[in-house]
């Protein structure tokens, strides 16, 4: 009580009025009702995998609000996405690893995916970018497309260097990589060690077809391997076995 609202509103945080209001009740006899923060709270109020929902359920006794108070007196952030309730697709400050395509069905890393920042937030699109047409446009296609002769230049300047087999002939296994729809004309230079115009007119002649810039999807999907897909009849049959109360357990193999 010796120190002024001004000097007790620098140490805490709050304004005057809040600290006037506080003094009136201590001065009237008002004690903390709640008990103490035990370690063991703190550590569930700090982790950065639960919701404030989540940490209330954990908590008994420990309201959302008062959660908020206590997150915001030991300095962590209001905004911090896992102490919130946002939207899982929030990006926020974690990183995408990978994400489930809603158009083509596909798991693929972060790269494949872009901001949707017109609600004034930023989050994840729903679909990836070649769903999404962001780089494969019809008028990325188009001969006029404004930026296909810079792409075309900086293709030529990349492979120029790397192109020791420039001027030989075009082998069967040459076709073979020349004929993969699933790579881009970029990507068939590189490999074959050819210019990238010269990789591009030999599409060309032969009919053959490429991707645009990230080409095909299918080659960068991720794929989650399951160590009991083999049995999932022989554990779906065992969780519901008829006439027992609580379903037998099998012996699972869990891959972390």
């Not at 699109?125 to 780089?135: D, I, Q, T, V």
């Not at 989650?224 to 554990?235: A, C, F, G, K």
Request: glycine share 8%.
């Amino acid at each position: 009580m010796h120190l002024s609202m001004s000097e007790v509103g620098e140490q805490l945080g709050r304004p005057a009025g809040a600290i006037d209001k506080m003094r009136r009740r201590v001065r009237s006899g008002w004690v903390r009702e709640r008990d103490p923060w035990s370690p063991e709270e703190v550590a569930v109020i700090s982790s950065p995998h639960l919701t404030i929902r989540q940490m209330a359920e954990r908590l008994p006794g420990r309201s959302e609000a008062t959660i908020k108070t206590r997150r915001s007196l030991i300095g962590i952030s209001a905004g911090n996405y896992a102490g919130t309730d946002l939207n899982p697709m929030e990006v926020r400050g974690r990183p995408l690893l990978a994400k489930t395509c809603r158009e083509c069905g596909l798991l693929l890393p972060a790269g494949w995916y872009g901001f949707d920042e017109r609600s004034g937030k930023k989050k994840w699109r729903s679909y990836c970018r070649k769903c999404a047409g962001g780089l494969a446009t019809a008028s990325a296609r188009e001969p006029g497309y404004k930026g296909s002769r810079a792409y075309e230049e900086r293709a030529q300047a990349i492979t120029s260097p790397l192109a020791v087999n420039m001027g030989s002939e075009y082998t069967e296994k040459d076709h073979a990589v020349l004929s993969d729809p699933s790579l881009t004309n970029l990507a068939k230079a590189l490999i074959l060690k050819r210019t990238y115009r010269a990789v591009s007119s030999q599409c060309s002649l032969n009919g053959y077809k490429s991707h645009v810039w990230l080409g095909a999807p299918e080659r960068d999907q991720w794929m989650i391997d399951n160590p009991n897909s083999d049995r999932v009849d022989e554990i779906t049959a065992s969780l519901h076995v008829p006439g027992t109360v609580t379903p037998t357990r099998p012996d699972f193999e869990w891959d972390d």
